[in-house]
């Protein structure tokens, strides 16, 4: 007959489970399961989600403010934070549309014209280093002469009426889930806002329940990575694309502003905005202006290089303890790794192993936390 050690699970051998084992076993499956079907659920909206959290943090203390003055009127705050960063976000995107429109239409009207009439090479396309004769060769098969380029158009359409019909369906699907996206980000963050300080009063409760004396060191470091990195993204991106617009409207380029926020949003790739620099020299040099060409290049690249890797990390490092050279590190691998959203979760993971690192290098006897 077994005994009661033996019927409640409990062995003396060293090789089996205990009770405490098989009931700790059963608690982690269980709760990996809830977790694996919540994110199985929740995997549509965790972009959105990712985001409202991201500018929930770091637009707080703009929020804080506006609660102030509206203390007794939660969601009425809640409302006018989350108006004020739509306004911050969509207004540009509409400018930046405004002037994809007009130079589409600068475009169109241009080769209306060239079917139409005929247009002749210019000069300088044969001049383009290793592909200008290609260049003129295509121009001359489509654009030299009238109604050239609209039976290629019919022709290409009649062999290819699918491709052209999945890419316009992708393209507005792509841009209506974009849209969708922004749209239910903004809708989350008015609850982060107006729920905000009990959410943040459970993840801290968790937090210490968990952590204990650790937590306050990660739970002081996760904000301000996430608003530094923010700033970087923000404020260097705008300046950026400010300067480049006004670097090519100087040079007399044409859609300034949309080349500008091109090498803008470039720039946060490594090597593309100075591979878009080269090109425009290039094409300055060949038309007979070279040293604009040149100019454009260098006082371009030089303006990447200052952002990347001067001002952006400056901006991140002066809301974190980290090391410069940790920064550099979190924006440069965030963003090779997870894509734009990297340039924010990437500090905000080497602020963590910051404090992981110090935490392991203290002694024993000193106060956690510190």
């Not at 040293?291 to 001067?310: P, R, S």
Request: with cysteine; hydrophobic share 60%; net charge neutral.
């Amino acid at each position: 007959m077994l005994d009661l050690h033996s019927r409640n699970g409990i062995h003396d051998n060293g090789g089996h489970l205990t009770a405490f084992s098989y009931t700790t076993l059963v608690s982690i499956v269980f709760t990996l399961t809830i977790l694996a079907a919540a994110f199985a659920v929740l995997k549509p909206f965790l972009l959105a989600v990712v985001w409202a959290a991201v500018i929930a943090v770091a637009s707080w203390p703009l929020h804080k403010r506006i609660s102030r003055h509206l203390a007794s009127k939660p969601n009425l705050a809640a409302t006018c934070t989350t108006f004020i960063i739509a306004i911050a976000l969509v207004v540009p995107m509409l400018l930046l549309v405004f002037f994809v429109i007009t130079d589409l239409n600068t475009v169109a009207t241009y080769l209306l014209e060239a079917d139409e009439k005929g247009k002749a090479a210019p000069v300088w396309l044969g001049k383009v280093p290793w592909i200008g004769s290609l260049l003129v060769g295509k121009w001359q098969l489509y654009l030299a002469d009238p109604h050239q380029l609209s039976l290629f158009s019919q022709e290409w359409l009649s062999t290819r009426l699918n491709l052209a019909q999945d890419l316009a369906q992708s393209i507005l699907i792509n841009f209506t889930s974009r849209l969708a996206t922004l749209a239910f980000a903004l809708w989350v963050l008015f609850f982060f806002y107006r729920d905000g300080e009990i959410l943040v009063a459970k993840i801290n409760f968790i937090g210490h329940k968990w952590l204990q004396q650790r937590w306050p060191s990660y739970s002081n470091s996760i904000p301000s990575a996430v608003r530094g990195s923010v700033n970087g993204l923000v404020i260097v991106g705008f300046a950026e694309a400010v300067i480049f617009s006004a670097l090519f409207a100087v040079v007399g380029l044409p859609s300034a502003v949309l080349l500008g926020a091109l090498a803008a949003i470039l720039a946060l790739i490594p090597l593309a905005a100075p591979a878009l620099l080269a090109v425009i020299g290039v094409i300055l040099s060949v038309q007979g202006v070279t040293m604009t060409g040149i100019y454009v290049f260098v006082f371009g690249t030089l303006v990447v290089m200052a952002a990347d890797y001067i001002v952006r990390p400056w901006l991140i490092q002066g809301s974190t303890s980290l090391p410069f050279l940790a920064v550099l590190f979190g924006f440069l691998g965030g963003i090779s790794s997870m894509g734009v959203v990297g340039l924010i979760i990437g500090p905000v993971i080497l602020a963590l192993l910051h404090v992981l690192l110090r935490e392991a290098s203290m002694d024993d006897s000193a106060e956690p936390g510190r």
